[in-house]
């Protein structure tokens, strides 16, 4: 089954949800930076602000920085599948000119049971020629051992 990378739920899952850490991330850190900065130089700083909010940015750059990484995946992702070539379409999955026909899922014929895979080896050719010629021998029962 070759499915395209736009019609992954797990693509877009990955882009999504990157792009909302990297945002949530960003609103955090620069939410934090922020209040920080201001209440820091007016000198009305309280411990909460500074202390709690120096751990937000923190977990604010741990999700800014999951989703980058997400983001490149992502676009790594993309440049793969544009590298690697797609299979050429069988002849079997070509359009029969009906539109309720299925094409066939088998590209080869089956091989029945009797026949063997041929092997071309000199070495094998004459062991089959020289034992063509020769009788079977019969085979021994496990009693008569």
Do not use: H
């Amino acid at each position: 089954m070759n499915k395209s990378l736009t019609r992954s739920i797990g693509f877009w899952l990955l882009l999504v949800l990157s792009l909302a850490s990297a945002g949530i991330g960003g609103w955090l850190i620069a939410g934090q930076i922020g209040t920080m900065t201001s209440t820091l130089l007016d000198g009305t700083a309280t411990g909460i602000e500074v202390y709690v909010g120096q751990s937000l940015v923190v977990v604010g750059a741990a999700l800014l920085g999951a989703g980058v990484i997400g983001i490149l995946v992502a676009v790594a992702l993309s440049a793969v599948q544009a590298i690697l070539p797609s299979p050429a379409p069988s002849s079997s999955s070509r359009s029969t000119g009906t539109p309720n026909q299925t094409p066939s899922t088998t590209t080869r014929p089956r091989r029945s049971r009797t026949t063997r895979p041929t092997c071309r080896s000199p070495r094998m050719t004459r062991l089959r020629t020289a034992a063509a010629g020769r009788p079977r021998r019969p085979r021994r029962s496990a009693s008569s051992r």
